[in-house]
């Protein structure tokens, strides 16, 4: 990875942090030391997430809670991102959709995708087509 890269941070990736779970640490390092993005889709998953385990106060704080961590939140769905994310999903079906804007983010903007989800994307990382990071 180039000194200067720029990361794509997956939910998972995000959750970690919030959640201080194991990859934490080097998350948050990845956060510090360099620019990180998140996509609006992948955001939707964090915010679902902190719902589903009954944390209205953290869902409710999401978009400060991101902000402080460092991230910049992409909210455009120019066509050629949403048209790179669908030819991402028609070529891996495996994927989730949120994985796909993830990984369709990350080559446009020629950055790294940060996940631990080595199930769906250990594949994708191995055929070398998109840098991934895996903190864990």
């Known amino acids: 990875m180039a000194a200067d890269a720029t990361y794509v941070l997956d939910a998972c990736a995000f959750i970690a942090f919030l959640q201080?779970?194991?990859?934490?640490?080097?998350?948050?390092?990845l956060m510090k030391e360099r620019k990180c993005l998140i996509h609006a889709v992948n955001v939707c998953e964090?915010?679902?997430?902190?719902l589903r385990r009954a944390d209205v106060d953290g869902a409710n704080s999401l978009e400060s809670l991101l902000?402080?961590?460092?991230?910049?939140?992409?909210?455009?769905?120019?066509?050629a991102?949403?048209?790179?994310?669908?030819?991402?999903?028609?070529?891996r079906r495996r994927l989730s959709l949120a994985?796909?804007?993830?990984l369709a983010l990350a080559l446009q903007e020629q950055a790294v995708l940060v996940t631990s989800d080595h199930h769906d994307l250990d594949s994708?990382?191995?055929?070398?087509?998109?840098?991934?990071?895996?903190?864990?």
């Open 20 to 29: 201080d779970e194991p990859g934490a640490d080097e998350v948050t390092r």
């Open 46 to 50: 964090v915010y679902y997430d902190l």
């Open 67 to 79: 902000r402080a961590g460092g991230l910049e939140i992409y909210a455009a769905l120019p066509p």
């Open 81 to 91: 991102l949403w048209q790179e994310a669908g030819r991402i999903k028609a070529e």
């Open 99 to 102: 994985d796909c804007f993830a």
């Open 124 to 136: 994708v990382a191995e055929a070398g087509i998109y840098p991934i990071h895996f903190f864990r």
